[in-house]
């Protein structure tokens, strides 16, 4: 098993940035890649970006040049950094892991991003 434990969310201006964080513990060497994922009200859960243990990285379109996946392999962490924040960016943010190309076997809590406009 993986525990994932997120943290950095919370409310900020359009315009602002945050930067969510997610610590791995457990079972580290069965995952290869992790993910952010966000769920807005009423909406699926979607995924933001995901990175594997060699630095590839995907995102989904939208977010590509507004938001950063990155991850540090000696910490078990991965972060996402979020500029240019729009209200419709928020949502609950989950933190997830797995062996790509399913990085979405382990799930964190989620916490949650709020943009005001």
């Known amino acids: 098993q993986v525990q994932l434990v997120e943290s950095g969310g919370g409310l900020v201006q359009a315009g602002g940035s945050l930067r969510l964080s997610c610590v791995a513990s457990g079972s580290i060497s069965s995952i290869n890649a992790m993910g952010w994922w966000r769920q807005a009200p009423g909406k699926q859960r979607e995924l933001v970006a995901s990175?594997?243990?060699?630095?590839?990285?995907v995102y989904a379109a939208p977010e590509k040049w507004r938001f950063t996946i990155s991850r540090d392999n000696a910490k078990n962490t991965v972060s996402l950094q979020m500029n240019s924040l729009k209200s419709e960016d928020t949502a609950v943010y989950y933190c997830s892991a797995g062996r790509y190309p399913r990085p979405d076997v382990y799930w964190g809590q989620g916490t949650q991003v709020t943009v005001s406009s």
């Open positions: 990175i594997t243990s060699g630095g590839s990285t």
